[in-house]
């Protein structure tokens, strides 16, 4: 927290420092403000802020509440297949040897991983809103933790998982990718349903996973499509810094007066008295923005930040799960993503 607010906090201190300064040094008395009218400022803003901050973790849990859905009917879906893909209902002829059964499976759960892999990019498209990477420590945060959707091109992850052929109809594809893999889904299943491979009653049951798949995907692309209202963005962070500059013009004169009525008591106390505004000071102002900061870079949880909805590390999680309910080789699943600065990505 201190790295990542130091800039400010340095703010923080010189402007405390230069309003002392000014106000004992210079002796310009007639800076100071009445300390009870801050007060009530600083008092309202702190439930403006917690308004906000309640209201920016509801996004958060939401989007980690809808991939929690993505990963329960992924493995339902990988274990369906499994079972469902069989010459139990084939057509006379059409039945398919036991390697080429387990490829069908394959492509299919390679296909699922495509619409995952599809959707996470789309997660972290930058929104005009999305402010996370505007600020100096929040770019080093993220270039500490590679967060892959913004080191691997989208083309090269989607290629580890579909056919040459239908890779360059999902990137010919002008709008939602993820929608498409879901077509190309269900066309597949279809197919493998006329051929006798899925029963007619298992096959209405992987379409009706592959509609709860696209009602998830909708609902986070409500929270990436919709961002928090810009009416309380905005004016909050406007009202903390409008507070943050007013605040030493009020405390410094509080402590002044403070040392004041000590030095007759401890001369030397009472005069160092005025210059413990600084510190005080800067705290308050440190714990404001601080709040103000985390409600900003929790309004968009598929953003790519250190405390956003972990839909890489998700996808990986659930990849390894789906890979090897199908009977993949061991050694062809890919290993969990490094958890880099104790940050899941």
Known sequence: MFLWTRKETLFFVMLATTVTFIYEVLEQKWIAMPWTPIALVGTA????????????????????KIWG??????RTFAVFVGDMVTNEYAKEGQELSKEELSKQKRILVHRHMAWLTALRYAMRAKKPWESFMDHPTNREWAQKIHTPEFVIPEEEALA?????????????????KSAHIIKLQSNHL????????????????????????????????????????????????????????????????????????LIGIHPFIGGLLVWMGIPFAAMVSWVFHTMERIGTVGENPFEGSANDVPISTISRSIEIDVRTCVGENPD?????????????M
């Open 332 to 344: 062809e699943i890919p290993d969990p993503f490094d958890v880099l600065e104790n940050v899941q």
């Open 45 to 64: 803003l702190a439930f403006v802020i917690g308004f906000r901050n309640n209201a920016v973790y509801g996004r958060l849990w939401e989007g980690r």
């Open 160 to 176: 580890h998982y579909l056919q040459p052929d239908e890779l360059k109809k999902v990137m010919d594809v002008g709008g939602n």
């Open 190 to 261: 279809r197919a493998l349903k006329e051929k006798g491979l899925i029963w007619e009653f298992s096959f209405l049951r992987l379409e009706d996973i592959l509609r709860t798949l696209l009602a998830l995907q909708g609902k986070s692309e409500r929270i990436k499509n919709f961002p928090y209202p810009r009416q309380y963005a905005t004016l909050n962070v406007f009202f903390v810094w409008i507070f943050i500059f007013i605040l030493p013009f009020g405390l410094v004169p509080e402590f002044a007066k403070l040392g004041e009525s």
């Open 69 to 74: 859905g993505i990963v329960n009917d992924s």
